[in-house]
């Protein structure tokens, strides 16, 4: 699977894949996806590629090979059987991501994008870094909790102590679970377990990888055993975690504003009925302290769409100071 670099028309939107660049990632199938943050008005990170597929392949298969998760591979390949794919196959690895809009430090996950952001470190020539990866989360009876939590332990080959509630579950469906799982090939913790400050939640490994990107777990957060194991490493006990539901992400980069769509969860569509209104809250927010010439209708596709791709939506440049701007500012001085 080689990924091939090019630049993608969505609707009226065009992403350039090179130019858009705004940090090198580390090797399209890296073990770790690690971005600079050496822009400071960069809210972009990361490119989108191509890969082709031989027969065996699966989407699945392309998703755990390229550190990406289910559901933001079909999202990005709505037109590709996600078992069938077929030999030779175009499919397009959706590596490219706007920041959350949350402070920028700790541990951001965003249950929306099923997405983990690791904020710290330095990269080349002393930048601070950002690092992602894909995630589950919560199945709907059973969701990720939302707001701000801290790491407060960290566990090397845990055992498993399902609850009661969960036994009750798998037993009424003819699955008796043991009290205590232990560390071995088939606990479900995987080989790291980080405890959150919430209550009976974790980040976690998972023996069954298959199931990243996609909602279902009890409302932990797991992931791929190689990504958890680098947050394990490098990710101290008391790093702040904040969990936030952002389906519409709004970033600005080298003149140019992008909005990200995501469907929005089931439980969430009262929440998100108003969706272009609440969309163009957002971006309005973002530019307020710029020019700004919007293309209203490629913002009306990248809703329709949601497809979990950063759109170019219009551009942005620095306001200029009004006269009594000026003046305020030479009197001030």
């Given at each position: 699977?080689?990924?091939?670099?090019?630049?993608?028309?969505?609707?009226?939107?065009?992403?350039?894949?090179?130019?858009?660049?705004?940090?090198?990632?580390?090797?399209?199938?890296?073990?770790?996806?690690?971005?600079?943050?050496?822009?400071?008005?960069?809210?972009?990170?990361?490119?989108?590629?191509?890969?082709?597929?031989?027969?065996?392949?699966?989407?699945?298969?392309?998703?755990?090979?390229?550190?990406?998760?289910?559901?933001?591979?079909?999202?990005?390949?709505?037109?590709?059987?996600?078992?069938?794919?077929?030999?030779?196959?175009?499919?397009?690895?959706?590596?490219?991501y706007i920041l959350p809009d949350a402070p920028?430090?700790?541990?951001?996950?965003?249950?929306?994008?099923?997405?983990?952001?690791?904020?710290?470190?330095?990269?080349?020539?002393?930048?601070?870094?950002?690092?992602?990866?894909?995630?589950?989360?919560?199945?709907?009876?059973?969701?990720?909790?939302?707001?701000?939590?801290?790491?407060?332990?960290?566990?090397?080959?845990?055992?498993?102590?399902?609850?009661?509630?969960?036994?009750?579950?798998?037993?009424?469906?003819?699955?008796?679970?043991?009290?205590?799982?232990?560390?071995?090939?088939?606990?479900?913790?995987?080989?790291?377990?980080?405890?959150?400050?919430?209550?009976?939640?974790?980040?976690?490994?998972?023996?069954?990888?298959?199931?990243?990107?996609?909602?279902?777990?009890?409302?932990?957060?797991?992931?791929?055993?190689?990504?958890?194991?680098?947050?394990?490493?490098?990710?101290?006990?008391?790093?702040?975690?904040?969990?936030?539901?952002?389906?519409?992400?709004?970033?600005?980069?080298?003149?140019?504003?992008?909005?990200?769509?995501?469907?929005?969860?089931?439980?969430?569509?009262?929440?998100?009925?108003?969706?272009?209104?609440?969309?163009?809250?957002?971006?309005?927010?973002?530019?307020?302290?710029?020019?700004?010439?919007?293309?209203?209708?490629?913002?009306?596709?990248?809703?329709?769409?949601?497809?979990?791709?950063?759109?170019?939506?219009?551009?942005?440049?620095?306001?200029?100071?009004?006269?009594?701007?000026?003046?305020?500012?030479?009197?001030?001085?």
């Amino acid at each position: 699977m080689n990924p091939t670099p090019r630049s993608y028309a969505f609707g009226n939107a065009v992403v350039y894949l090179l130019g858009l660049l705004l940090a090198m990632l580390v090797g399209p199938a890296s073990a770790t996806q690690a971005f600079s943050l050496a822009q400071v008005d960069s809210d972009v990170i990361g490119e989108l590629f191509l890969t082709t597929t031989v027969h065996e392949d699966t989407l699945s298969d392309i998703a755990r090979a390229y550190d990406q998760g289910y559901q933001e591979m079909r999202l990005a390949n709505p037109q590709v059987d996600p078992w069938l794919p077929g030999d030779g196959a175009e499919v397009v690895v959706p590596n490219l991501y706007i920041l959350p809009d949350a402070p920028r430090r700790g541990i951001i996950v965003n249950v929306a994008e099923m997405r983990l952001y690791v904020f710290g470190g330095k990269g080349k020539a002393g930048a601070a870094q950002v690092k992602t990866f894909p995630i589950s989360i919560g199945r709907q009876n059973w969701v990720t909790p939302k707001g701000q939590m801290k790491i407060v332990s960290k566990v090397k080959d845990p055992a498993w102590y399902p609850p009661k509630s969960i036994r009750e579950e798998h037993a009424a469906e003819g699955d008796i679970l043991p009290t205590i799982v232990p560390a071995g090939p088939d606990n479900p913790l995987g080989q790291h377990a980080l405890k959150l400050s919430a209550a009976g939640y974790l980040i976690h490994g998972t023996n069954r990888p298959y199931g990243i990107g996609m909602r279902v777990t009890h409302g932990c957060i797991r992931m791929y055993p190689k990504d958890v194991a680098t947050v394990f490493s490098e990710v101290p006990v008391g790093t702040v975690v904040e969990v936030v539901n952002q389906p519409y992400k709004v970033g600005v980069a080298r003149g140019r504003v992008y909005l990200e769509v995501h469907p929005h969860l089931d439980e969430d569509r009262e929440l998100f009925a108003g969706q272009y209104s609440h969309v163009v809250k957002l971006i309005l927010e973002r530019v307020k302290s710029f020019d700004v010439e919007l293309a209203w209708q490629d913002i009306k596709s990248a809703i329709e769409l949601k497809d979990g791709i950063p759109h170019d939506v219009g551009s942005y440049k620095p306001r200029t100071a009004t006269m009594t701007e000026s003046e305020n500012a030479l009197h001030s001085g």
